[in-house]
């Protein structure tokens, strides 16, 4: 949802080149139950399955016929293994991070996409924590194959998983100062001249919202 | 003078004079104590340059003789930084990125992106059958021209010549198409959010039967070269050796995955793209190893072309049907033919807009500098690359430019099998594992 800058331009589009002072947020609320599709299955059988349940879930989200667990990440280590274990989501996907620095105080989250061959379902866990305190605890243990996800998390976000086996740079290189796909990280580049005319770089053109 | 026996160097008198040696003490005895024990263990450093490692990817060996002791791969060689750069790109603008991320399967990556797009706007029933034919159409294609890479250069590898000529070969042939139709034979940025980027030109589907028969006869070429042929076997039967359990543990999917005997493919599994209307088969084998990979690699090639040949049948029907959502909002605005340079401008869309048409111009000037806006929220969206499952991660903050976009290209995630199909095997057999897994340097590093 988008708040409305200094001209209060709604739905038609600023054209004014004031579209940054747009504020936006990517929350998208709170989904209850009933869930839909398979996702009520996949919940029951979590909550049976794990007497914490309903300490270790922060929120659940349906949205575009996903389902996302907000996990707290106190707990990830244990619903990870009975995810794993009890209700057959054999492979971790892949881990990808997003900044919010908007969300106070749970800047950072972790987006973990699970998959059960045997249910052939998906579902998605997403676990948030502060720049302050960027830890998290490691799923290495639980699918072996997060390892160079978590690295390359830690290397875009800096995102601690903490347990990890070796938390390196992956992408970038071991001595390179800060966390490139931060959103307060800058994008760089150098303005583009043609024929006396400059185009500024990427980074400081004009956004719509 | 008084006399003393050095216990570091010991002396003796010549007619030049007195020499001293080194060799004093009893270091005689330690050094052959030290060669009792000593082990040959070497580190070798493959890459990044090296030419069998696909691009720039790095293997550190650790080598007792022969035997692999220890295998670590250094990636980040061509590290872009495009899921950044897409940040400051409109939606559109991110089709020309991520199809460079991958370059051997650029035709995925446009896909998976755009149906990611296509689910954040909600439209993803609104895509013309005829849009979706045609991506499917050329998905097959470049599962054709990457797997021609694979094995190919999988056969350069390991020694054998020949294979690789007449792979490029049929390549060739595969990527004349591409530039039939888009314009561009690697690259294309030709999938674009809500459809495609032009319609197929004059005379394409003639031209695709053709190739399909021409790609069919030649096929046997390369299967006359190696299936059975006993150098190969030896050099890859039971080689890179990598089972279920290993497959689950590690995430690999693709043609690793089905070479332990399980048929799993996105493509039937979770249809996208209307898979679910096309007959195809899913070759498997059971024998967890890189001959095994690279019959799968072989048999696929076949049932690509078997949907191609569904979707020539179907785009038959389909003629004069758009190739864009009729959302003006939302479709690029002009439908471009291609010229004799490659690329042309479309003179029916420059007339409506400059002459006929004031909302015409004004959609076509908003879509172009601002692009469409995208509802808030995030998907993950997932199709069966020919390496695998190629998955994206889109994040919206409802503006014009994606607020986060992540690939998880199944190169990256696949390569960390390199120590589990290594380690305990000889360095020949190294290149062979990591050829049997295809990492493809651009998706890896991205």
Known sequence: ???????????????SGFGGLVNTSTNIGVTQRPFGSYFDQVADDLERAYPLFSDAIEKVVVDRGELTL????????????????????????GISGAHYPSEVGRELHSVYSLLSITRN?????????????????????????????ERETYDMFGIIFDNHPGLTRILMPDDWPGFPQRKDYPLGGIDIEYKGATVPAPSQRRSYQ | MTTFTDPYASSQETTEGRVYSVTGGDWDSLVTEIGATKEERVVLNMGPQHPSTHGVLRLVLELDGETITETR?????????IEKNTEYRNWTQGVTFVTRMDYLSPIFNETAYCLGVEKLLGITNDVTERATVIRVMMMEFNRISSHMVALGTGALELGALSPMIFAFREREKVLDVFEMVSGLRMNMAYVRPGGIAQDLPQGALSKIRQTIKELRHNFKDNEKLLVGNSIWIKRTQGIGYLDLAGCTTLGITGPVLRSTGLAWDLRKAQPYCGYENYQFDIPTTDSCDVYGRFLIRMQELEQSLRIIEQCVTKLEKLEGEPVMVADKKIAWPSQLSVGADGMGNSLNHIREIMGESMEALIHHFKLVTEGFRVPVGQVYTAIESPRGELGVHLVSDGGTRPYRVHFRDPSFNNLQATAAMCEGGQISDVIAAVASLDPVMGGVDR
């Not at chain 1, 409305?4 to 739905?11: C, I, Q």
């Not at chain 1, 907000?70 to 989501?89: E, G, S």
């Not at chain 1, 490691?138 to 997060?146: F, I, L, N, Q």
């Open chain 2, 73 to 81: 791969c250094g990636i980040g060689y061509l590290h872009t930084g």
């Open chain 1, 121 to 149: 379902q998906r579902i998605r866990l997403e676990v948030c924590v502060s720049e302050k305190d960027s830890h998290m605890p490691s799923v290495v243990e639980v699918w072996a194959g997060a390892n160079w996800h």
């Open chain 1, 70 to 93: 907000f996990i707290k990440r106190d707990r990830l280590f244990d619903v990870a293994k009975i995810l794993r274990d009890q209700l057959k989501f054999e492979m971790c996907i």
């Open chain 1, 1 to 15: 949802m988008s708040e409305n800058g200094m001209f209060g331009a709604k739905g038609s589009g600023d054209t």
